[in-house]
């Protein structure tokens, strides 16, 4: 007897051992914001792997093994979208991702879908450079944004795993209130960086200068994803000339020789910004990222 | 990471595009190595690309029959004009092609001077996406190649004529599917591994090392999650020197 009832708790646990490792969801994140915000919302009901890192430039990737096996188990694909990723995605959806997490289903997450995007193209051509049309895809970098996307993404959990849905509940409710508090703190702090002028590399920045309401006065390159030249290096130092501009913006993935070149000529300081999470060696989450943002632009105009 | 199932079907294509890459290579690879003009697979493969390129800058074309037609076409002409310059100036063969290597390559440089995905295509050539490999691509590629193989067994003592036509038709395609360097490794380091061994059997240890190499070369990305092209490249000497060592370690044996 005793015997019988030990086999039944064997089966019975057997039986319920499959289903709760199940419960995990595989969270294919393409960059560490979202990643972060995935863990924020998921908890330990998720399993994310992260696509890039905070050194490596989106637009471009690197056919490697983990990008194709993370693919083929994703039940939620999140990225930024907006074309930012069209490089390398969408043949990579295609080789290894399941029913589940191709385009217009529940597990395909973008998010530049679900935000205010600036500069919205209504005429693009090949002489522009590298535009996305869509607009810009670097939507994290305004901190309102990120409660917006936060909040499709547990609806999308939600979806997935309904037998979690109040952990994800309390999960994004506690987000959100720990985010609105965080952001009326920066928004004190950064009140002093408005009318601020600021030269940027490329239009990773866009966002968090409109946040602040500060000014990009030039950019590095000449035409969107085009590497900075000599002829229109030489020609941002005249016309930044007498004009008072607080600082270069510079993130981990960008090429800071053309910055440090200027800075050098203009004693403009050349800022690194973390820009994602892993960018600094203090940015460990999504908050860390904009509370050193903060912090650094602010010193950087006294 | 491990070797799943599900992994192995994944990387199924990659490794299939190496054996169809390395069954016209290897081949060519050893008529390459006896002619010593090391440079042409270079100069070829560059003078491609550089077709490719001018049909994206001039006809917008990416990808598609446009581009490879176009990298077909540039890479055709150059083998015309490499056999020419064999008849007129046979010394400095090599010398010319790796000018043509460079030209071409500064060219495509110039032509994309303007583009915002210039350094990456160039990078993704020559490095090669060879994980990104589609069934179609390897079907086409495949019965491409069986034509070529075809011409060249059958019509051995034409060789001389058939090489500047075959050649870049191969390597036009084999550069689309895993890139500049693989291409390169694929056809010089078997034929360099092989060099002791007799005529009759140079040729299967040649595809012995190419095999080898892309299935070690695969395995060793998927372990160290690296990216594969560069990977097996690395990986084609240290199996090249294996199969060299063997042979002169039987030659000592045989000749004691």
Redo the contacts between chains.
Sequence with gaps: MRFFSLLIAVAGLLCAAPSGAFAKINVFACTPEWAALSKEIGGDLVDVYTATTAHQDVHHMRAKPSLLAAMRKADLVFCSGASLESGWLPILLQKAGGPNVQQNTIGWLMASDFVQKLEVMEHVDRSMGHIHPEGNPHVHLNPHNIPVIAEVLSERLFLIDMNNADAYEANLSSFKSKWEKAIAEWEERGAALKGRNVVVYHKSWSYLTDWLGMNIVASLEPKPGLPPTTAHLESLLQSLKGKEIDAILIAPFENEDAALWLSERTDIPALHLPYTIGGSDNADTLKDVFDETLSMLTKATP | ?TL?P??LG??APAFIAGLIVASTHVPLGQEVLKRGIIFIDLAIAQIAALGAIFAHVIF?ADGGILSVLSALFFALCAGGIFAWLEKIAPKHLEALIGSAFVLSACLAILLLA????G??HM?EML?G????V?WQQLVITGLVYAGLLFLWFRFQQHHSKLFYFIFPVAVTLSVQLVGVYLVFASLIIPALGTIKFQDNKRLLSGYLIAALSFTFG?VI??WS????GPVIVCVYPVIALLFFLNKNEMQRENIN
Aim: net charge negative; hydrophobic share 40%; proline share 7%.
């Design positions: 990471m799943s599900e992994m994944l990387l917008f303007n583009d915002p995905h350094g990456q990078q490095a996406q060879i994980l990104w589609s695969l990305s998927t999650d690296l990216p594969s």
